[in-house]
């Protein structure tokens, strides 16, 4: 493991500290679970973009989407707590 240092404004740093005692934790350990769960999420946003920009291409290439009113009922039966069958996507006119 090696040692990082950083520099945090006078005021953040008593602000870590409050919060780091409020959750029963050293200011060391808070700002490190604070630098994972940042890590992680930017980790899942990277993801989810990449998935979305493939989805999109797929779109563009095929030209196949699920309508709407398809969209909006299946999500609505899932909402319901149901288990219907997911929307085909179709190209227009299909």
């Known amino acids: 493991m ?8 006078d005021a953040l740093k008593a602000r870590v500290a409050a919060a780091a005692d409020r959750a029963g934790k050293s200011a060391h350990a808070f700002m490190l679970e604070a630098i994972a769960e940042t890590v ?4 899942l946003d990277d993801e989810f973009h990449r998935l979305a920009e493939e989805r999109w ?3 563009l290439a095929t030209g196949e989407t699920v ?5 909006k009922a299946w999500l609505e039966a899932r909402g319901a707590g149901g288990q219907p ?8 006119g299909r």
């Open 57 to 59: 291409e797929k779109i």
């Open 2 to 9: 090696t040692t990082t240092t950083i520099r945090i404004e």
């Open 67 to 71: 309508s709407w009113d398809n969209a």
């Open 85 to 92: 069958r997911r929307p085909m996507a179709r190209a227009p």
């Open 40 to 43: 992680a999420q930017s980790e």
